[in-house]
């Protein structure tokens, strides 16, 4: 009997003990979630484009007293730089300069113009690391490489002789720009012209001087199928003129992070300073540059004890090659990669006429390069499901390797992020969901002296100012959702630029 009794008086505690009530009692998880919805909430009504222009504003004043760019290696990077760095001090952040060497590049011509059989200039863009021609130029007959799928990356496509003192007309595809100039270089070609696979201007790279072998420039598609089509016709001739200076300079990238919060759980955001030579650069990339500290002042209002380490970083060089990104990437030590939970990109968010794109990171839309480290899937979901819930509509886009995400991919550290488009061309789809005009590019000043602050949607602007502050306040608390499975689904994604040039930019060096 009192061994029933004491049976029966244990049961209902028991029942009590796995009640409802008591099994979902709140737990450090809960309140971790709870922390950052309450705070992402926060820096979502309180971050503000107007406010975040303010810094664009000063951008665009220190190009304007500094020979009209903010390029690494400049003084009109010094001076951002030294702008972003006093602006985080000021807010309470450790900040520091990570200072490096690298080759500075400014194109001093980039001229093309068809001499016979009938005269008339062509735009050509230079590639980066390009060797020079004379002053003046080269005089020469025009010479196309056959078109297949790895058009001017073996030497059999340069048949014996047939290149010698001519310059190479290339297809993009197959391999590098690199491969392609050298292949033609080994063939006797004085210099090498690329033209477009798709619509939008050529802007690339070779990756380093040691790979610039001949002159080299970009054309865009309709330019280089004109001129091949001239070539089926008979001989064209042209005057050729690139020229470019290349010399070692130092530059730095600016580094702050919230003093307090655990190192072991480091979130990590980012966005390129510098401009290219040819502009001031107020939407590549003072756009994201200016989002990510109008976020910190707020945050360093509104927490001043995240759970987490949150670290901005604004690199320089990106448009050399993301130099910058790279730098700072291979100077981490084992345990401090280990320590990035997660990094996000911000490269280009107000372009003119913009979309709303999100880095495919579990490769749903099956487009270009596969998905990105484990996590990555789950920061797209997180930006998707924000947008969702604001009614804003997005699409995806692919992870080309062509902005700072690409040295923590490499690292197996997960990435996301967004951005509005550049040199691709707006597809009628897409001018229905976002508005904006079909058939133009995203942003028509890109690269160019355009880039200013006239070039800036204050629309796409917010939003992604919005983006960036529902990420800070969610993962200064809780990076929970990281480990929360994701189910991808198929979907139709054209990688959100216009055929694989997502943003274009001069470090482009694959196909």
Known sequence: MATLAAAALATPLLLASASPSAAHRPGPADRAAKDAAKLAGKLVARASADDAYEHLERFQAIADSAGGHRAAGSLGHDASAAYVYQQMKKYGYDVSYQKFSFVYTQTLAEKLSVVAPAPRDIEIKAMTYTK?????????????????????????????????????????????????????GAAGAAGAIVYNNTEGVLSGTLGDVASGKIPTGGLTQAEGEKLAADLAKGPVEISFEIRQLQETRTTNNVIAETRRGNAANTVVLGAHLDSVTEGPGINDNGSGSAGLLEVAEELAKKEKSPANKVRF???????????????????????????????????????????IFVYDGDDSDGVGSGAGPEGSAQLERDINEFLDRRGTPHEGTDFTGRS????????????????????????????????????????????????DLSNIDMDAFAVNIGIIANAVGTYAHDISSLRKPVQSVPTDGDEGSGGGLHDGHDHEVTE
């Open 404 to 451: 700072d995400y690409g040295p923590f991919i490499e690292v197996g550290i997960p990435s996301g992020g967004t951005f509005t488009g550049a040199e691709g061309i707006k597809t009628e789809a897409q001018a229905r969901k976002f508005g904006g005009q079909a058939g133009v590019a995203y942003d028509p000043n890109y690269h160019a002296a355009g880039d």
């Open 313 to 355: 970083a604004w690199w320089s060089a990106e448009e050399n090659g993301l130099l910058g990104s790279e730098h700072y990437v291979a100077n981490l030590s084992s345990l401090g990669k280990k320590e990035i939970k997660l990094y996000l990109n911000f490269d280009m968010i107000a372009s003119p006429n913009y979309g």
């Open 132 to 184: 020079s021609t004379p002053v003046g130029g080269i005089r020469a007959a025009l010479a196309a490489v056959p078109v297949d799928d790895t058009t001017g990356c073996e030497p059999a496509d340069y048949a014996s002789g047939t290149f010698t003192g001519k310059i190479a007309l290339i297809k993009r595809g197959g391999c590098s720009f690199a491969e392609k100039q050298a292949a033609a």
